[in-house]
């Protein structure tokens, strides 16, 4: 294990483990260009890795058909640089990560060519927490762990149940989940993700000025936060997806025996088989319960 | 049902004496008295003590869990009845003032329960929890049946007083009126903590206990003393659990069985179809009145997706168009039990020697390598759906907490919904 116990880890040593979108389908269409973007993020790295010298990165691609491990600054092969310290970590990361865009694509060759515009999301959130339970198991002298998701493609409503259940699992061993939103629209994913796990949820408006934005919100340990003016939410969408279409609601029909979503009325529940009674039309359920109400 | 007071005369005695040995052993001798760190040791084979060795026990428990789990999710998919009313009745009667429990019953029981309606919450998204006490004979409501767990944290972090006689008949007549208002497809539960030897009825209990049963009052009570008939008639007739706690530790196991979601019996409950409301939090800082306290409030709040009224708290029912408002992230905390993961099959010690060649020698989750697992040598396992190779450690993980196979989810066309498609 990297971290020696010798080490005495004050609350200021981070380990932050970003998620790289580098889905092709939403690169292209962006006005920001994914080499840009890369310049900014790993800029970023670097201004983490030299704010304190224990502090630790890992880099998780999070591609359309898969999604790997691109960079550990814990690995000796890392560290090995000693003083030159960016060339080395551009190098590296570069090349994993081209390595690692090229697969994904030959991946997506052999699949009948659908259109696909999500990422895989969920995937690598569910690396990043195995990732950072390894660092709690790691002894009691540890950085403390946060997640950066720096995401631009649409969720993608079939990973909703996948991606709720890591955002639980990182809400009960408290780790934060930020989120940086550069895509055109507005991702439920990401806002319920940090308003959950109490990480900070931000849509740039510049992304010129991507950098500053990633220094200023996302660069500070979690104590420091405590004293800083960070993005309030602007409001949370807690729409959910529906399981018959996977399509997102933000109002639907909810099976009263296995709490299913679906977007219609159905006769039987998909998920757990039981068949409904009578349409439960709103109304006589909401005289039946105001009536118990009105003097609350 | 005299015997209160006997017991009550042998308690007193036992506390004197309990006094006395406190007085006459030394600061030292106390601290290893109350850390119990003989407990912590086991004998071996050739009767030498060892420390217990936590992880592979956990390992092992783990496993077996697992095993259980997976038996039931082959069976059928069970249905469980997710949406529960539950009402925790706590007596606080002369005998929880009792201090056999540290530093006494009452506060024990309050501390239990706690925690208990955390976990409930946790892993009941849609249920509700209220709360009664007994105490001077009579049954109180300390606080009403409500979705969140704060409110009745807080209640019974609050000033708790212990006086007089219980009475099993006064509280399940409380409980049975409040239980009788709620929706049909709610189950209707009562835990009682009782920890009298005694009820002091104005009537005839067993009318009540049929009544009850009657209303599918599933009623389940945790002794604290000793088994008592009348406990344990209630919960024959009623469907419920009985049992009696010997320590704070076996109180926590036995409130805790109370969390997940009891089979649901069919005739318990109508499966339904129930329209409900996500409704979207409102921006930090913005001004508007709420439908509830009808208040201009800052900040803080949702807004009804049909009617876009704004409410102050989730879950709750829109004061205007009548619409069932939850929070979605509340109904998502149960459906790992829905879609749960296949059990991750173990990788035998041959297959392990190829791992040099594979392009994968570290665990698909936290990237810890494979090859030198240190004192268990060559164990790991392996997803049946995605093959990926997992650590012991992130086998664990995945199962008890994430819910998610990181490897199925980084492939596409495996999403586990998906495959959940009609
Ligand atoms: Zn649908
Ligand atoms: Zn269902
Ligand atoms: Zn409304
Ligand atoms: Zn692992
Ligand atoms: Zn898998």
Redesign the interface.
């Known amino acids: 294990m990297a971290s020696a116990p010798s080490k005495l880890y004050s609350d200021d040593v981070t380990l932050v483990v970003v998620l790289l979108d580098t889905n092709p389908f939403f690169w292209s269409t962006s006005s920001f260009s994914f080499s840009q973007f890369i310049t900014h993020v790993l800029v970023f790295v670097n201004a983490i890795l030299t704010m304190n010298q224990l502090n630790q990165v890992v880099v998780i691609a999070t591609?359309?058909?898969?999604?790997?491990?691109i960079y550990?600054s814990s690995l000796a092969s890392n560290q090995s640089f000693g003083n030159g310290r960016m060339p080395a970590l551009c190098a590296n990361l570069l090349q994993n990560l081209e390595d690692f865009m090229v697969k994904d694509e030959q991946?997506g060759k052999e699949?009948s060519e659908g259109r696909?515009t999500c990422s895989?999301l969920?995937?690598?959130?569910?690396?990043a927490?195995?990732?950072i339970?390894?660092i709690f198991?790691s002894g009691s002298l540890h950085p403390r762990p946060r997640i950066l998701c720096l995401q631009g493609s649409p969720d993608g409503p079939?990973?909703?149940?996948?991606i709720?259940?890591?955002?639980?699992?990182a809400q009960?061993?408290m780790v934060p989940i930020d989120s940086c939103y550069i895509g055109a629209q507005n991702s439920a994913f990401l806002q319920?993700a940090s308003?959950?796990t109490g990480g900070v949820h931000h849509k740039p408006q510049q992304l010129d000025g991507l950098f500053q934005y990633l220094l200023t919100i996302f660069g500070t340990d979690l104590h420091s936060r405590n004293f800083l003016q960070l993005p309030?939410?602007?409001?949370?969408?807690?729409?959910?997806s529906c399981?018959?279409h996977?399509s997102t609601?933000?109002?639907?029909?909810?099976?009263?025996?296995?709490?299913?979503?679906?977007c219609k009325?159905?006769k039987k529940?998909?998920?757990?088989?039981?068949?409904?009674?009578q349409?439960?039309?709103?109304?006589a359920?909401?005289?039946?319960?105001?009536r118990?109400?009105p003097d609350? | 049902m005299k015997n209160s007071d006997g017991r009550r005369l042998n308690g007193e005695a036992e506390e004197e004496d309990d006094d006395e040995e406190d007085m006459n052993i030394e600061a030292w001798e106390r601290s290893y008295a109350e850390d119990r760190s003989w407990e912590a040791l086991q004998e071996d084979e050739s009767g030498r003590l060892r420390p217990i060795d936590e992880s592979i026990i956990s390992h092992a428990q783990y496993r077996r869990r697992l095993r259980a789990r997976s038996l039931t999710a082959t069976t059928a998919?069970i249905?469980?009845?997710?949406?529960r009313y539950l009402y925790i009745v706590i007596d606080l009667s002369r005998a929880a003032t009792e201090m056999d429990f540290r530093p006494s019953r009452m506060a024990v029981v309050a501390r239990q329960v706690g925690a208990f309606i955390r976990e409930f919450f946790d892993q009941n998204?849609?249920s509700q929890v209220g709360l009664v006490t007994i105490k001077d004979g009579i049954a109180h409501c300390l606080t009403?049946l409500g979705g969140s767990p704060e409110s009745h944290v807080k209640a019974l972090t609050g000033k708790l007083e212990c006086s007089g006689d219980s009475s099993l008949q006064n509280a399940l007549d409380l409980v049975h009126g409040l239980l009788n208002?709620i929706?049909s497809?709610g189950h209707r539960e009562v835990l009682i903590l009782y920890s009298a030897l005694s009820t002091c009825d104005p009537g005839d209990i067993m009318e009540t206990i049929q009544k009850c049963k009657k209303s599918k009052i599933r009623c389940s009570v945790i002794g604290l003393s000793a088994e008592m008939f009348i406990c344990k008639h209630l919960c024959q007739e009623t469907g419920g659990s009985y049992s009696v706690a010997l320590d704070e530790s076996h109180l926590k196991e036995l409130i805790l069985e109370h969390a997940p979601p009891p089979p649901?019996i069919a005739e318990f409950?109508?499966?339904?179809?129930?329209?409900?409301?996500?409704?979207?939090?409102?921006?930090?800082?913005s001004i508007s009145i709420c439908s509830c306290h009808k208040e201009a409030k800052v900040g803080v709040g949702?807004t009804c997706?049909?009617c876009k009224a704004r409410v102050c708290d989730l879950p709750t029912?829109c004061r205007i168009?009548?619409?069932?408002l939850?929070?979605?992230?509340h109904?998502?905390?149960?459906?790992?039990?829905?879609?749960p993961i296949a059990p991750f099959d173990e990788v035998p010690p041959s297959h392990l020697k190829d791992l040099h060649n594979r392009s994968q020698s570290t665990?698909?989750?936290?990237?810890?390598s494979l090859l030198s697992p240190g004192n268990k040598p060559g164990l790991c396992v392996a997803c049946p759906k995605c093959k990926k190779y997992f650590c012991l450690?992130?086998d664990i993980?995945?199962h008890e907490?994430?819910?998610?196979?990181?490897g199925c989810?980084?492939?596409?066309?495996s999403?586990?919904?998906?495959t959940?498609?009609?």
Do not use: W
């Open positions: 591609g359309y058909n898969s999604c790997d491990y550990d991946l699949e696909i895989l969920s995937g690598s959130l569910s690396m927490l195995c990732y339970q390894r198991r079939e990973q909703y149940v996948a709720m259940n890591a955002i639980f699992s009960r061993s319920q308003y959950i309030k939410p602007v409001g949370v969408d807690f729409r959910a399981f018959c996977k609601i933000d109002m639907g029909y909810i099976c009263s025996v296995c709490l299913s979503i679906f009325h159905h529940c998909s998920t757990c088989g039981s068949i409904f009674g349409a439960q039309s709103d109304d359920s909401a005289t039946n319960r105001k118990k109400t609350l | 998919r249905q469980k009845g997710l949406i998204p849609l009403d208002q929706p497809y649901a409950a109508i499966a339904n179809l129930i329209k409900m409301g996500f409704p979207q939090r409102a921006a930090e800082g949702y997706p049909r029912e168009c009548g619409l069932q939850v929070s979605s992230p109904l998502a905390r149960s459906y790992h039990h829905l879609f665990c698909f989750g936290c990237q810890q450690d992130c993980y995945i907490s994430l819910h998610n196979c990181p989810e980084s492939l596409r066309h999403n586990p919904v998906a959940n498609e009609e």
